[in-house]
């Protein structure tokens, strides 16, 4: 299933994103060790200001005047309004630049990706999700149409390289079974999260799609818990200390 626009309303339905959205100290090492020793970070597309490094200058972009607001609960700084794609600074104007599951939302991929790289004198760290593995989460059970819909959304891995060129690094980042930064695949053994409107609420693939189809997945999902179909199914998963899923860091150097 294509869609013409793949950002997420913030505006309209993210005011309480920052909420289940926040930095899990265990992806964050990742993220800052990938920054290596840059003095001066820009975010774009920062949201609410998960896993902006506290010991580094960093400039943030939020087109979201939602998300720019929520950053002040976070003691973040304030943040540009611009696009990825039409960045307002010179060339090399930071050591290193990030964008953490962000890149899904852009309008022009290719574009955005430039611009990254013309600011950015040093890495470039995108926190991103393979569209290939997402196929494979045991989620699609349930809600096949908008997990097509994020496979349509989420750039393959193969493409974001080509188009950031020079030497690039792939880290598959695995995934706490208590991860507080509650993007989907978070709650890979904690499936009765799904249930909750605010879980929900901090997901932005629930905003595509057809509303009934996505009732009727919470429906079954329901009733699969309360059988003991689902644990029969995938209740190892509830063991696991960690997932190594589809979340992905990407480490692009000149």
Known sequence: MKIENPSFNYDKYGQSYAIQRTTDPRIAAYVWQALGNSASVLNVGAGSGSYEPEDRYV?????????????????????????AENLPF????FEASMAMITIHHW????????ELRRVTAGPV????????????FWINDYFPEMMEVES????????????L???CKVESIPIPMNCIDGFTEAFYGRPEAFLSESVRAG???WGFGRQDLRDAGLKVLSDDLISGKWDK??????????????????????
């Open 59 to 83: 400039v943030a972009v939020e087109p979201s005047i939602v998300m720019r607001k929520q950053r002040v609960s976070k003691n973040r700084g304030p943040a540009v309004i611009a696009y």
């Open 90 to 93: 010179d060339d090399e104007a």
């Open 107 to 114: 309008q022009n991929l290719e574009k955005g990706i430039t």
């Open 125 to 136: 760290v995108i926190l991103t999700l393979d569209p290939k593995l997402m196929r494979d």
């Open 152 to 163: 349509f959304r989420l750039p393959a891995i193969d493409r974001l390289l080509n188009i």
């Open 165 to 167: 060129g020079g030497q």
């Open 203 to 205: 997901q932005s693939c």
């Open 233 to 254: 199914k995938y209740g190892y998963l509830r063991t696991q200390t960690n997932f190594s899923g589809c979340l992905k860091l990407i480490t692009a150097i000149r």
